[in-house]
């Protein structure tokens, strides 16, 4: 009894001193630790994407324009190649035509004979004064016009058979790139047979043609003429190739359509390109940059790794002089690099957290470190603000 009085109290003194020590008090977690950095302030060109595709600004069909057996492809013909202007290409049996040229120019001196004789008669029978009436002396007037008139035509039928002849020869029209021959050796060519023996292009200067949506057409009309009334110069676009490369050389625009295509609702635009490694070729595909201002406007542009969005939209969170946390709702731009242009939202001289914002909260207070902006920045653009460094 005596020991179970002892346990007691000794159970009650316990708690009692338990309960007398220092109460328990909440610490609360240090500030989270973040790297924010500076909105980059640039002049900044931005652009309108499009797909074009690449045609020769001279493409040529070199056809037989007579028929009869292709009989010589000349060594000159080199698929592939690049020929000059007026290099002879095939030959065709010419037999028939040089015969037809001949036969053309005997019916020539026939007419002229009978020519001659008509002027003769002609001029007896106005010098036999009394001895022939004025009839006959019509109907000699209307035989010398009837032969004169055949003189004309035969004249015209050896210019059309020299003509035929001439074209048994057949030159390059222009200096280009030559295709393959698209019909064998000694074959029937011509009308009514295969006429097509292949193409030639031009490709040292090439056309770029591109669609631009209603919306992007309707304010170039709205420009269009102050462009032409200020003799404007039209835009300099750029051309990237379908491995992702871009293009060494510039575009010039330099037609829109007249019309909006109806089924489409495009206009259809084209620029010019040089062409002088070769690098385009007829039939390319390439993606089209066309600026979209004159001259480059002053942007603000963010890291899109800053960038958020919720159901409120997009945003970036920001921290003021006492290192708390404030959301910055923003309208976005284009895209440059791995930058945002921010059309609404920012000034651009807010620091913006880009590491950590998983653990920042709206309202709570940071521990920031200021950190160096590492995208890209285009060296032809001035900075109107440069990144801080560590």
């Excluded at 050796?185 to 006429?195: E, I, T, W």
């Excluded at 404030?326 to 731009?333: F, H, M, S, V, Y």
């Excluded at 200021?370 to 460094?389: A, C, F, H, I, R």
Aim: aromatic share 4%.
């Amino acid at each position: 009894m005596n020991l179970l009085r002892s346990l007691s109290l000794t159970a009650c003194t316990a708690l009692l001193s338990i309960s007398c020590g220092k109460k328990n008090e909440f610490s609360p977690p240090p500030p989270a630790k973040v790297e924010v950095q500076l909105p980059i302030v640039r002049n900044q060109q931005t652009f309108s994407e499009y797909s074009g595709r690449i045609e020769a600004m001279q493409r040529v069909e070199i056809h037989a324009r007579v028929q009869g057996i292709l009989k010589e492809v000349t060594s000159d013909f080199e698929p592939g190649k690049v020929i000059p202007k007026g290099t002879l290409l095939f030959k065709i049996d010419d037999v028939p035509y040089q015969a037809a040229v001949r036969n053309a120019k005997a019916e020539l001196a026939k007419a002229e004979s009978s020519l001659s004789l008509a002027k003769i008669t002609l001029e007896r029978r106005k010098r036999a004064g009394q001895g022939v009436s004025q009839l006959e002396v019509e109907i000699a007037e209307a035989d010398v016009q009837a032969a004169a008139a055949a003189v004309q035509s035969a004249q015209a039928a050896v210019t059309t058979a020299e003509e035929d002849l001439s074209y048994c020869e057949i030159h390059a029209p222009i200096t280009g790139r030559i295709s393959e021959l698209y019909v064998d050796q000694f074959n029937l060519v011509g009308p009514g047979a295969d006429s097509i023996l292949c193409t030639i292009v031009n490709d040292d200067t090439m056309r770029v043609y591109f669609e631009a949506d209603e919306r992007r057409a309707l304010k170039y009309l709205r420009r269009r003429q102050e462009i032409e009334s200020q003799h404007m110069q039209p835009p300099v676009v750029s051309l990237t190739l379908a491995d992702g490369k871009p293009y060494s050389h510039p575009a010039q625009v330099d037609i829109a359509d007249n019309t909006i295509d109806s089924d489409t609702g495009t206009l259809r635009v084209r620029a010019v390109a040089p062409n002088p490694e070769g690098i385009l070729a007829d039939g390319l595909f390439v993606e089209v940059k066309v600026p979209r201002q004159v001259t480059p406007t002053e942007a603000v542009l963010v890291p899109t790794i800053a960038i958020q969005k919720d159901l409120g939209g997009d945003f970036v969170l920001t921290i003021d002089d006492q290192n708390v946390v404030i959301r910055k709702n923003i309208t976005l731009g284009d895209a440059v690099g791995r930058l945002k242009i921010i059309t609404e939202g920012l000034k651009g001289d807010e620091k913006i957290i880009v590491n950590g914002m998983q653990r920042a909260r709206e309202g709570s207070p940071v521990t920031p470190t200021l950190v160096k902006n590492e995208n890209e920045v285009d060296p032809s653009v001035e900075l109107k603000s440069t990144p801080v460094s560590k």
